[in-house]
Structure formats: structure tokens, C-alpha cells
């Protein structure tokens, strides 16, 4: 396989987050020759251990006569990183590749850049990897104006418009609910894979509608589980409600009346199109993965020029 890999290889294309690395190796037309993925992600990892992690799952694959371009996002651009990649301030385009930060590569084999990150000033907020499915959606959905909404352990809800990245706020939904669901008294309650939509809903209209509630809503749980024999299947689905109610109440001054995409793991994206469907709002969704490929190739046509 890596011979036939090795023999039409163009660019690879990373993903590097806090937890995983998924690298795709791509020929002449952007077609995918293999996927290679592993769980050193950067919070693993020391300064000097990320180039041999990544040759660990590529060095097979990399032809020795040519230079091979690798195009990276995510939190590989973090103070504790790779390299430290810059952040661009919004009101921006989705970063391109012309201002990503080259890499010196200590395999003579591979050109490494790293795509920028996006901040905002007041309110604070920044953002690593998300810019870069915003990219690629734009370059798929250029006339695209209104909000694209990232669910994930920090959900990013992003003004666009006009190709621009406006404004955007960040939720810690995600890992509210990991925190709650494995370290705190709720452990015992919500251990399940089952869900309920019906459940679901009404915890999130519950949430929207009296937000005060929520911290006694959430003990509720627990204590539903231990004096009425609540089923775990509820108390997981109302506990998945509250928590994203609560940011549907937040962020109503984002999605409000706007074309909204959802850009993440399919699972998670149906979560929130039945969340805002029942404020009366739809959304279309959209693969995380396929986005992050299209924004990492289209950094890629920016800078092989250069190589």
C-alpha cells in the first residue's frame, strides 16, 4: 500500500487536535490515497515529539526524490504545539494558506505549514481548527450569509458574511456535559448510549424558557434516578437537553432569524438541528471531516506555488 501511496502522493493534509491526529495523503486531483490516524494528539506530546509522530504515520508513504507539502490545522498551532501559528482578528477572511506559519522541518522529505487561528477582541474569544471548516464550507458555499455553528466540547457559533468571519462565541458545552457526565454525582445516573428526543426536547424549552432553574433542574436528575426510579435513557437525554438549551438561550442573538450550517460529527449535529428545529429554525449539517479536508486543500492551492 505505501508503495502505491509513495508512487502518486502530491500533499498531505492534517488534522492535529488536542486529543487525535488524522492525516489524509492526497494524489494530483485531490483524491484521497489513504487515511492515517492515531491518538497523539497535542496534549501528549512535547515540542520536539511532533514531527516524529507525524513521520510515524507518513515516512512510509513519502517519496525521497521530491518535497512533499504537508498542510496542518488545529491546536498543532498552539503555544504548546507544534509552533506557535498566529491568530488572525476578526473581522477576517477564513485564514488562508498565505498566512500560515512554515515549519522548519527537520525531514528534508516535507515542506510543514500550519494554518493560523482566529481571535476576537472584546468579548474575548479565539478559535483553533474550526477556521478552517468555516474555509472550507465557504470555498463550497461562497454566497453563504449567516451563521455556522461548530457543536463540539467548545461549540463556536460564527457570524459570516460576505466570505468573512464577523463575530463568534465559544460554549463550553461539550465538556460541561463530559464533566458532568463523568466526575460528578450525575455519573451514576446518565450511564447509557440510549437517547430520547421527546426527553430531549422538553429539557431544552425547559432550559430556554427558565435558565434560573437549571443548577436545581440538573440535581433533579440525580435525584429523580434515586426516589421515582428515573431510567438512565431520561436522565441522560434531559441532562444533554438542559445543557443545550442553556446555549441555545445564549447564543439566540446568533442564530435568530438566520440561515444556520452545522458543521461536526453527524450524531452531535442532529442533536442541535432537532434542538433549533423545535425553536422553529432549520439547519442544514455538514461533516466536520469534509470540511477540514476542503479548507486544508484550498490552503494547500495557495502556497504549492512556493514550494
Known amino acids: 500500500m505505501s508503495e502505491a501511496v509513495r508512487d502518486k502522493l502530491v500533499f498531505v493534509a492534517v488534522d492535529w487536535g488536542t486529543s487525535n491526529l488524522r492525516v489524509s495523503l492526497l494524489d494530483e486531483d485531490g483524491a484521497i490515497l489513504a487515511k492515517r ?18 513521520l510515524d504515520l507518513i515516512g512510509s508513504d513519502l517519496p525521497a526524490n521530491k ?81 455556522v455553528c461548530l457543536p463540539g466540547t467548545h461549540t463556536k457559533w460564527v457570524r459570516v458574511s460576505a466570505e468573512e468571519i464577523v463575530s463568534f462565541q465559544t460554549f463550553m458545552t461539550g465538556e460541561l456535559f463530559a464533566l458532568l457526565s463523568k466526575e460528578s454525582v450525575l455519573r451514576h445516573s446518565v450511564e447509557t448510549e440510549d437517547f430520547d428526543q421527546s426527553v430531549f426536547l422538553n429539557a431544552v424549552s425547559d432550559a430556554m424558557s427558565r435558565p434560573q432553574s437549571i443548577a436545581a433542574k440538573l440535581f433533579g436528575i440525580r435525584a429523580a434516578h434515586l426516589v421515582s426510579d428515573q431510567s438512565l435513557t431520561h436522565a441522560k437525554s434531559s441532562l ?68
Open 37 to 54: 490516524q492515531s491518538d497523539r494528539g497535542m496534549a501528549q506530546l512535547s515540542r520536539e515529539e511532533f514531527e516524529p509522530a507525524l
Open 67 to 147: 518535497v512533499t507539502p504537508v498542510m496542518c490545522c488545529g491546536m498543532v498551532g498552539s503555544r504548546q504545539g507544534w509552533a506557535e501559528a498566529r491568530y488572525v482578528s476578526v473581522p477576517c477572511n477564513a485564514p488562508s494558506g498565505e498566512l500560515a506559519t512554515r515549519v522548519q522541518s527537520k525531514d528534508a522529505r516535507i515542506a510543514t505549514w500550519i494554518l493560523p487561528g482566529v481571535q476576537q477582541v472584546g468579548p474575548d474569544d479565539v478559535m483553533r481548527g474550526e477556521e478552517t471548516q468555516i474555509a472550507g464550507f465557504l470555498a463550497q458555499n461562497p454566497k453563504f450569509d449567516g451563521v
Open 240 to 307: 444533554s437537553g438542559y445543557l443545550v438549551g442553556l446555549e441555545l438561550a445564549g447564543s439566540r442573538p446568533y442564530w435568530l432569524g438566520m440561515d444556520i450550517a452545522l458543521i461536526g460529527a453527524p450524531a452531535l449535529c442532529e442533536i442541535y438541528q432537532d434542538g433549533l428545529k423545535a425553536q422553529g429554525c432549520l439547519a442544514k449539517s455538514y461533516s466536520a471531516e469534509d470540511m477540514t479536508l476542503a479548507g486544508l486543500k484550498a490552503a494547500f492551492e495557495q502556497v504549492k506555488e512556493t514550494i
